[in-house]
């Protein structure tokens, strides 16, 4: 079967992959790659496309860059599928079905923006966009950490497990401190759940807006499936951003997800296979 890759002139939409080259690829660390495509794509920050590599399989990726003409996307090498879109190399074959879900709302005001880990790509085209607010980043090690050269995160805060770049600990370990310092900010979130949650507690606590980016396990990424479902929520068309209000109401927030073969498990599970 023969390809015709698309142009810029070309559209995007939810049910029918269009089918893209590979325009550029970036090592943003040594784990992880962005991977950029010509192309106009209708977004808003939060929002994802299903990525399709002929042959193999289809799987959810936020958008980390988008301008004029062009997108990207910003990948961990974690499973067989990231393993062989690691190995591509320009001018390669993909699909791209998109966007879908609900974006983010931005809001007036300070804003604080936390990511955990490749979360960091979910909020990069949000930090572009709101162009103010602080900007704090969890990675494991030093070389974990993205963005660092990017324009627009020059003043971002990097939390690092081991302390080998920013301050040791977790992204979550001084918000205390900076809410004394700033007062009402409205937090944007992606991580690891339990990271989440725990800005989520602190969210509650102090009544403070919250939208947060959840993962949860895709198939078709249109609502039909009901695999991404957390508490009947679909994240692929109801999520993957969800406000605060609404995580209150998520029972399964936090505690469960369910996995490929749909077995609802304990969310250390669920992450322990998804990594």
């Given amino acids: 079967m023969s390809y015709t ?4 002139e070309s559209t995007f939409n939810v049910l029918q992959p269009t089918i893209v080259r590979i325009d550029r690829i970036v090592d943003e660390s040594k784990t992880t790659k962005s991977f950029f495509f ?3 794509i209708e977004y ?4 994802f496309i299903m990525l399709w590599i002929p042959g193999l399989d289809e799987k959810p990726f936020s958008i980390s860059y988008h301008g004029k003409n062009f997108f990207g996307i910003t990948a961990a090498c974690k499973g067989r599928f990231t393993r062989k879109l690691h190995q591509m190399s320009v001018g390669d074959i993909l699909g791209v079905r998109g966007p879908l879900g609900r974006p983010f709302t931005i809001q007036k005001g300070n804003a604080c923006l936390i990511g955990g880990g490749v979360g960091m790509a979910s909020l990069a085209t949000l930090v572009d966009r709101l162009k103010r607010g602080m900007i704090i980043q969890g990675a494991k090690t030093a070389s974990d950490v993205l963005f660092r050269d990017r324009t627009g995160f020059s003043g971002m805060t990097v939390y690092t497990e081991d302390g080998s770049a920013g301050e040791i600990g977790l992204p979550t370990k001084n918000l205390e401190t900076i ?3 700033f007062g009402v900010m409205t937090l944007y979130v992606c991580g690891p759940e339990p990271m989440t949650h725990a800005v989520f507690e602190f969210a509650r606590r102090h009544g403070l807006p919250m939208q947060a980016s959840l993962e949860r396990y895709m198939k078709c990424g249109i609502g039909l499936c009901g695999q991404c479902s957390c508490d009947g929520l679909r994240m692929c068309l109801e999520g993957p951003v969800v406000d605060r209000e609404t995580l209150e109401t998520l029972s399964d927030f936090g505690r469960f997800a369910r996995l490929k073969d749909g077995r609802k498990v304990a969310i250390e599970e669920y992450l322990q296979v998804r990594t």
């Fill in 38 to 40: 010509n192309g106009n």
């Fill in 179 to 181: 809410y004394k310092q």
């Fill in 44 to 47: 808003e920050p939060g929002q």
């Fill in 5 to 8: 890759p698309n142009d810029s």
